[in-house]
C-alpha cells in the first residue's frame, strides 16, 4: 500500500476542504463480516481518499472511492452548500455520495442532515444505535453499533460524549474519524466535559480506541493530526 499526505482544493464561500490522506492499494481492506444492519454492499476495491471539510468551529469529512463517496458528519444546520461545493471540488457529488454516517446526535454533527438527505437522494444514513431517537430526519435512519461496517469503514463504539456515539475507523489507511470522542483544539483531548454525557465512559472510549492501528486523526473539532496520531493517542489514554 502507497500512502501520501497534502493539501487537494480550497471550496467556494470560505470553506476550506483539506485531502488529510491519499491513499491507494492493491487489495479491499479486510475489517471483517458486515452485518445485516450496516453494510454497505461489495467491498472497495481502493482505499480512496479522504477530505476535510472545514465549517468554521467543526469539521465534516469526505471518503471518495472510485465513484462512489462517503460523508461522515454534517455539521450545523445549513451545511450542504459547502459540502456539496466540497464534493465537486474532489471531483465528485452529491449523485455519488452513498454512505452518510453520523458519529452522534449533536446538532453541531447532525444538524445538516435535512439540507443534505435531500440532495444526497441515493444514500443511506447511518447513527448509532442509541442516539437514532435523538436526531430528527425525514430520511429512515439505520442504527449501527460496534463492529458493524459501511463501505469498508469500520463502525467503533465510543460511548461517553453521548450514549450512541460512534468513531469511524478505515483500517486501509489508519484513518479515525473520532467525532466527538477527541479534540484537537490544543493538542489532542478526549471529548469536552461540558458536553459529555458519561465522562468515565468517554474516557474507557479513548482508550479503545488507542488499542487501533491509528495513523491519521480526523476530529470533529481541531486540525487532522497527521503525524505522530498514534503516539499522542497512547499517551492521551495512558493520562486517563
Not at 472545514?54 to 460523508?71: C, E, H, P, Q, W
Not at 450545523?76 to 452518510?100: C, E, N
Not at 447511518?126 to 431517537?133: F, I, R
Not at 460496534?146 to 463501505?151: A, H, L, N, S
Amino acid at each position: 500500500m502507497r500512502i501520501s499526505r497534502r493539501l487537494l482544493f480550497t471550496a467556494g464561500s470560505g470553506v476550506l476542504g483539506v485531502a488529510v490522506l491519499n491513499a491507494c492499494s492493491s487489495s479491499p481492506s479486510s475489517s471483517g463480516a458486515p452485518t445485516p444492519t450496516a453494510t454497505s454492499g461489495a467491498a472497495p476495491t481502493a482505499a480512496g481518499r479522504w477530505e476535510r471539510v472545514n465549517l468554521s468551529f467543526v469539521s465534516a469529512y469526505l471518503l471518495v472511492r472510485g465513484n462512489d463517496a462517503a460523508v461522515v458528519d454534517l455539521g450545523t444546520p445549513g451545511s450542504g452548500d459547502a459540502i456539496g461545493q466540497a464534493l465537486t471540488a474532489a471531483g465528485s457529488g452529491f449523485a455519488a455520495v452513498r454512505h452518510v454516517i453520523l458519529t452522534h446526535k449533536h446538532d453541531d454533527h447532525a444538524g445538516g442532515l435535512g439540507d443534505v438527505a435531500s440532495r444526497a437522494a441515493n444514500a443511506k444514513f447511518y447513527v448509532g444505535e442509541a442516539d437514532v431517537s435523538g436526531v430528527t430526519s425525514e430520511k429512515e435512519l439505520t442504527a449501527v453499533k460496534d463492529g458493524d461496517e459501511v463501505f469498508g469503514l469500520r463502525v467503533v463504539g465510543t460511548p461517553g460524549h453521548t450514549a450512541g456515539h460512534v468513531s469511524i475507523f478505515d483500517p486501509s489507511t489508519g484513518t479515525l474519524v473520532a467525532g466527538d470522542a477527541l479534540n484537537n483544539n490544543s493538542g489532542l483531548a478526549g471529548a469536552d466535559p461540558q458536553y459529555t454525557e458519561d465522562q468515565a465512559q468517554a474516557a474507557a472510549s479513548v482508550k479503545k480506541l488507542a488499542g487501533l492501528d491509528v495513523r491519521t486523526i480526523l476530529p470533529g473539532h481541531g486540525d487532522p493530526l497527521t503525524s505522530g496520531a498514534a503516539d499522542a493517542l497512547r499517551k492521551l489514554a495512558a493520562s486517563l
